[in-house]
């Protein structure tokens, strides 16, 4: 699945918020033919343990990470390119040689990540893969490859299971791949 077909150009903003109703994301989608770009900010977290984080996606137009920027409002950053073949450098490190292999991100602190590997994978219903992400961990911006099973129940339905923490959720999405509900975690917020 492209990022988008024919020239189209696609915006969307999202806005999740926690079940506790602690805490938001409001989230920036720009879909165009060379690629993905997403802009975000959270306020508050699950834990308390920080206030806002903002971060940026690049995305090449089969939804690889390219690029990524995450700032806690402590000052605190990480910058990681990849060349979506899974090797990863940082300004600080140079090449990260734990993260070989890994394709996708998945920043703790959003849902959207989810969506990385399930538009990647392009899975039928029924269908399951297994797969190692870098996990950016919060607020502490830890990295650490972390296995992952994605299965496709529906059109709109997945099933996210952390292999290494025994974690399983059921997703629902929307036609785009974005999630609606992550229960006990995080659910969108419908329009007014």
């Known amino acids: 699945m492209s990022a988008a077909s024919d020239g189209q150009r696609v915006q969307r903003e999202v806005v999740w918020t926690g079940w506790d109703h602690q805490g938001s994301e409001h989230l920036q989608l720009r879909i165009e033919g060379d690629g993905v770009r997403v802009e975000s900010r959270i306020e508050g977290g699950h ?49 990260l040689s734990s993260l070989t292999g ?25 269908e399951s893969a297994s797969l190692t992400v870098a996990l950016l961990s ?31 959720a059921q997703l629902d999405v929307d036609d785009q791949g974005l999630v609606l509900d992550y229960p006990e975690t995080f659910r969108r917020r419908r329009p007014c």
């Open 102 to 126: 890994c394709l996708d991100i998945d920043i703790a602190a959003t849902p959207f990540t989810n969506t990385l590997p399930i538009r990647r994978l392009g899975l039928s219903s029924g």
């Open 138 to 168: 919060i607020p502490s911006l830890a990295l650490n490859a972390v296995r992952q099973r994605y299965t496709r129940l529906s059109s709109r339905g997945w099933r996210y299971e952390g292999l290494d923490s025994g974690f399983t």
């Open 47 to 95: 834990d308390d343990a920080f206030r806002q984080l903002s971060y940026q996606l690049w995305l090449d137009p089969e939804w690889r990470v390219r690029r990524m920027a995450a700032r806690l409002d402590d000052g605190r950053e990480r910058r990681l390119v990849t060349d979506g073949a899974g090797h990863w450098w940082c300004d600080e490190h140079g090449l």
